[in-house]
Every structure is written in structure tokens, then in C-alpha cells.
């Protein structure tokens, strides 16, 4: 079982820079896929950021691809997400989720996701 737990979230302005951070316990996620979800209110949790297990392949979503960065350390057990010139529709929680494997299912379903943590609530004013 991993448990997985984000921190970092706040309040910032529109243009501010943010950098979540998620922990896994329990196991180390080294061969797991990681991802970074997030879910504004009254709307479906939304894909944000992936990652391969050695960090070789990174997937972002296009409304943050160029502004967000996602990134791990399997030697810390550790996985960040660096959000640069963020904007008021960045808001929502955010979440962090481990996946056993990516092969044959879509890096940006939630479904392919088998843990995921209990989010960190992230507030961009304008």
C-alpha cells in the first residue's frame, strides 16, 4: 500500500510561482508512473502532469505545458510539481498520484491511477 501526501498549496497572485511537493510512504514509487491532478469546484478532476518511473518521458496538459514543470527523485522518494506565472484558473485542489504502469492505458486518465493522495488546495487571485 502507498500512502501519498502533498504539500505546498497557498494563496498567490496571478504571475506568482508555486511548487507543490508529494511524499509517498509506505513503498517507494521508483517504478511507478506519477501525476499531478487537479480539481476546481464544480468541475471533473483534470490531468495537470505525468511522469515515467527514471523521469525520461513528462506529459503536461497544454494549458500548462510552459509554465508548469513536473519532477522526481526516486532516490528521496519524492516527486514536485513547479508551477511558474500561474493564473487565476489555476485554482483547485491539487493531487498527486502513483500508477503501477502506463503501458496500454492512457497517461492522462485518472482511472489508469492506482493511488492517490488527499490533495493540497491551491488559490491564485487576480
Known amino acids: 500500500q502507498i500512502q501519498l501526501v502533498e504539500s505546498g498549496g497557498g494563496l498567490v497572485q496571478a504571475g506568482d510561482s508555486l511548487t507543490l511537493s508529494c511524499a509517498p510512504s509506505g513503498r517507494t514509487v521508483s517504478g511507478y508512473s506519477m501525476g499531478w491532478f487537479r480539481q476546481a469546484p464544480g468541475k471533473e478532476r483534470e490531468f495537470v502532469a505525468a511522469i515515467s518511473p527514471i523521469a525520461a518521458i513528462r506529459f503536461y496538459a497544454p494549458s500548462v505545458k510552459d509554465r508548469f514543470a513536473i519532477s522526481r527523485d526516486n532516490a528521496k522518494n519524492m516527486l514536485w510539481l513547479q508551477m511558474n506565472s500561474l493564473k487565476p484558473e489555476d485554482t483547485a485542489v491539487y493531487y498527486c498520484?502513483?500508477?503501477?504502469?502506463?503501458?496500454?492505458?492512457?497517461?492522462?486518465?485518472?482511472?489508469?491511477?492506482?493511488?492517490w493522495g488527499q490533495g493540497t488546495q491551491v488559490t491564485v487571485s487576480s
Open positions: 498520484a502513483a500508477a503501477a504502469t502506463f503501458r496500454g492505458k492512457l497517461y492522462s486518465d485518472y482511472e489508469t491511477y492506482d493511488y
